[in-house]
């Protein structure tokens, strides 16, 4: 009698059909020496205070137009980054006050004061640094003078400005430029992780972890969970000096260009609760950092730069 045959061979038929990026690591290279693109860094803030009972809330949009272009790689895949800040504009929202608008693309007058005053000093300004391979932005430089005129511009209003100036905010430009890339090649699912500091008001720790959810021939998509922390041995002044910083979370996402090692966008959100004033004060808050490639400005071609050094 003849024995029916078994359908195993179409079982290495299903493995060959899987997709390469699914089976393969690949190596996220960031932009080469010379390359140059221009983005939008949006940045919405929402803070809701429960003060001894009596609820407030206050809103801040920060929009910031710069172009980014990598000066340099060294060996060990250390890049070289200028910034330049084409425009800045947005507004505050306070409690019991106006809004308060600012933009540096608007005409400079003999009278003006304020935050206005503050961030015209800031328009066309730029400022250097460097982003290692582990995403950590060192050697701010070029900035501290136009900080300090800021500052003093602004006058009373000059807490304003901090959140424009302060190295954390110009390290965030160079981050959202470049991309968390991972050091070595990774395969769909791999993950990395890394810490910075961010805020300015309360200095944090963010520390995140990082996934390869799905890469093709022209984009890889690269997804972000994380927790926010108040930074050891950095407390505020003031009525925050007892501020605790609690249920601090941080989810979004990153695409990245395979073709030009630049962002294409990005959307993050960070929600964290602040408790200060022995308890009495809380302040819920949610800020979302959005950053996309401008329209007007493709992606300068360059030759790429030889490849760098394994990581030790």
Not at 21 to 44: E, N, R, W
């Amino acid at each position: 009698m003849i024995q029916p045959r078994l359908a195993l061979s179409f079982v290495p038929c299903l493995l060959l059909a899987l997709p390469l990026a699914a089976q393969d690591p690949i190596q996220l290279t960031p932009a080469a020496a010379g390359a140059s693109q221009a983005f939008t860094q949006k940045v919405t803030q929402k803070q809701n205070f429960d003060v001894g009972g009596q609820s407030m809330e206050a809103n801040q949009e920060t929009v910031a137009d710069f172009v980014a272009t990598i000066t340099a790689v060294a060996e060990d895949g250390v890049r070289s980054v200028k910034v330049v800040l084409v425009r800045i504009h947005g507004s505050f929202e306070i409690p019991m006050q106006d809004a308060i608008e600012f933009d540096t693309g608007k005409p400079a007058a003999a009278d003006q004061s304020g935050l206005q005053a503050g961030v015209a000093t800031l328009a066309g300004k730029e400022f250097t640094a460097k982003i290692g391979a582990d995403g950590k932005v060192t050697d701010i430089a070029g900035f501290a003078d136009t900080a300090a005129a800021a500052r003093k511009a602004a006058g009373d209003q000059a807490q304003f400005v901090e959140s424009m100036v302060a190295d954390n905010t110009l390290a965030g430009f160079v981050r959202g430029a470049i991309g968390p890339l991972p050091k070595e090649a990774v395969a769909i699912g791999a993950k990395w992780s890394r810490a910075e500091d961010s805020g300015t008001t309360i200095l944090m720790k963010r520390t995140m972890e990082y996934a390869l959810a799905k890469a093709d021939a022209d984009t890889a998509e690269i997804t972000v969970t994380g927790t926010l922390v108040a930074k050891e041995g950095s407390a505020p002044k003031g009525q925050m000096a007892d501020a605790k910083v609690e249920n601090g979370k941080i989810e979004g996402k990153t695409i990245v260009s395979r073709k030009d090692g630049f962002a294409v966008r990005s959307d993050v959100k960070s929600t964290f609760t602040v408790v200060a004033m022995g308890g009495q004060m809380e302040i819920d808050i949610a800020i979302q950092t959005a950053v996309e490639r401008a329209g007007s400005k493709p992606a300068a071609k360059a030759e790429p730069a030889a490849d760098p050094k394994p990581a030790k």
